[in-house]
């Protein structure tokens, strides 16, 4: 039986907020339950992918640890699956050259990143160009089958193959087997002031962040006016948008049946909240969490994931290489 090669990255350009633990973290634990005697499970961090935004350049040293070590504190089975960062790997960049030498300048200027970047004035830096080629790279490096992603992304995922085809194409090859998106279609989770919870939006629950202000952030939740005593629709409060988000059915189903029956107020709501982000965000994974931050300690924990991962990139950069006839 042939093992399917799972994908996904992060990028490490601030704090993890609950967004992302319900929309990323969420389905890369449970993809990784996984027997991975049937699918292995990469997952990574992508600090290079940071380096997009030239005003911002600092962000991805800071927080590729947080990244790391907020995975591994919530369970992420290192010992079955893969984690690293893309940055352990020059190899990577390597094959971004070679990949470069079969894709027109002309596929780039339509990708969605870079029309963004051009329709907000904003100067878009040779490396937010060339994101797409980086991101392919970081995909065919490991030639992975499947890569779960949001559908902003799936354009990406769509000149991965394409570029991986053009390669093929042009040295008449089979290097690269073609990789399939598998598109997530999460809710998307909104911040206290309606629009998407976002870090560039200042309007995030911050996992891991010191308990006084996640009970701060749990009473500012915004409600409406409804009295303790009147029936409540579930889908219209922001209390239980989070309960869903933290991803306990039996708490989510309790405090939808306590909403519509009334006399549960929204003090009441995000009491059970606070509860349930305690019961998941224990002190045992904050200390994890703080542990597991340090360099030394990554670096031991995740040798042995690297050394695997970067030996499936050195061979592929070999055939690369030999397609290439250099
Ligand atoms: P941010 O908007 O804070 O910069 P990212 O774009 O880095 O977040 O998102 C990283 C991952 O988290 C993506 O897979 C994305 O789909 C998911 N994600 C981010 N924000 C949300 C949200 N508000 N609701 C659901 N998923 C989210
Ligand atoms: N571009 C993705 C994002 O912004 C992160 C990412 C980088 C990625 N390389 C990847 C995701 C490869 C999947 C596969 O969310």
Redesign the pocket.
Known sequence: MTIQRILTG??A??EL????Y????LPILEFAKANPDEQEVFVFCADWHGLTNKDKFEKPGLYRNKVLACLLALGYPVDKHVLYTQSSIPEILEMVWYLSSSIHVGILERNVTYKDALQNNKLPTVALFNYPILMACDILAVKANMVP??K??SQHLELCADFAKSFNHMTQTECFPIPKAYL?D??????NDGR?????YGN?LELFADLKTVQKQIKAIKTDSKSREEPKDPSDCLVYQYMQ?LGNQESTAYMADKLRQGNYGYGDAKADLWQAYNAVFTPEKYALYAELQQDSVLTDMLAEPLEKVRSIVVETTQHMRQALKF
């Open positions: 992060i990028q350009t601030g907020h609950l967004g992302n319900a929309g990323a973290i992603v949001g902003d992304q997530q999460n809710p998307v989770l909104p911040g998407k919870m976002s870090k560039s995030t988000a």
